[in-house]
């Protein structure tokens, strides 16, 4: 129908050349956010890759990502739903790096049919790690008791206000080593033959765009709008598909406008230094 009305349209008013949805998916990968502090997960992605995936015409979709990990989660849930909407509608997605596609940004890369990246950009990274703080000593300077009450021996396992215990760190270990097996099973099954007979590709080293063609983690060196009309032709156009706005201008998030203003201000604060803290020790390890 929509080509049918365009014919009917005088030609000057009529854009000539295939049009390439454009997903940017930028940030620090975390559950949460709102509409002062976006973040990148599921709830956020979701209606902006339905939008882009909806384009009939389209014959890919292009995703900017420029990201430095996070959850795996929010990440993996983020590649299956570009996974489940590229066969659905069947659609090439071609996946473009931006600074850094690293950890949990590179597993959502791994959703792409090809992988696209500049020369310096970073890329892999294929580890799990976890972080945090410990205070024992500060309590007691402070001259603060602190008094839990449990039901269960492990309720407080990690508590960063106790001692660190050797069984908590193995279990942590456990776990870390369940996600990083999954995360590898992903990048086999996507990646396949093309991977190098490397022995630190799934060691959590990260490399240059270069480096990263060499080992098999993308498929070649290149930008976003370069290679759209390489492949589809000087007037093939990007579309960037933009993020619903609100009542109030606002651009809207998976987060209700209630929701945020419902909250506590002073704990959104400290929620949202908390996050900024933990986002800004994200890109700060790839040197961002």
Request: aromatic fraction near 8%.
């Amino acid at each position: 129908m929509a080509g049918f009305f365009k014919r009917l349209m005088p030609k000057r008013f009529r854009r000539d050349g295939i049009a390439i949805p454009v997903v940017r998916l930028h940030g620090a990968i975390m559950a949460g956010g709102g509409q002062f502090r976006p973040a990148l997960n599921i709830a956020s992605a979701a209606p902006l890759l339905e939008k882009a995936f909806a384009v009939k015409e389209a014959p890919a979709v292009a995703i900017s990502i420029n990201s430095p990990g996070g959850s795996p989660v929010q990440s993996r849930l983020i590649y299956q739903r570009i996974r489940d909407l590229a066969q659905e509608k069947k659609k090439r997605v071609l996946i473009f790096v931006e600074d850094v596609a690293a950890s949990g940004g590179y597993m959502i890369a791994l959703a792409g049919d090809e992988i696209i990246a500049d020369p310096t950009s970073i890329v892999g990274s294929i580890g799990v790690v976890s972080g945090g703080f410990g205070f024992p000593e500060l309590l007691k300077k402070i001259g603060v008791e602190r008094r839990v009450y449990t039901a269960g021996e492990n309720k407080v396992m990690l508590d960063p206000f106790q001692p660190e215990k050797e069984r908590d760190i193995e279990f942590l270990k456990s776990l870390q080593l369940d996600i990083h097996d999954t995360f590898i099973q992903m990048v086999k099954a996507r990646r396949g033959q093309l991977l190098a007979d490397h022995p630190d590709v799934f060691s959590g080293l990260f490399w240059t765009g270069r480096r990263g063609l060499e080992l098999g983690l993308i498929d070649g060196l290149g930008d976003l709008r370069g290679e759209v009309k390489k492949r589809y032709g000087e007037k093939a156009r990007l579309e960037l598909i933009q993020p619903a706005r609100s009542l109030f201008g606002r651009r809207q998030t998976g987060a209700s406008i209630a929701g945020d203003i419902a909250a506590p201000i002073a704990a959104s604060a400290m929620a949202g230094l908390a996050e900024a803290v933990e986002e800004r020790a994200l890109w700060a390890r790839f040197g961002l």
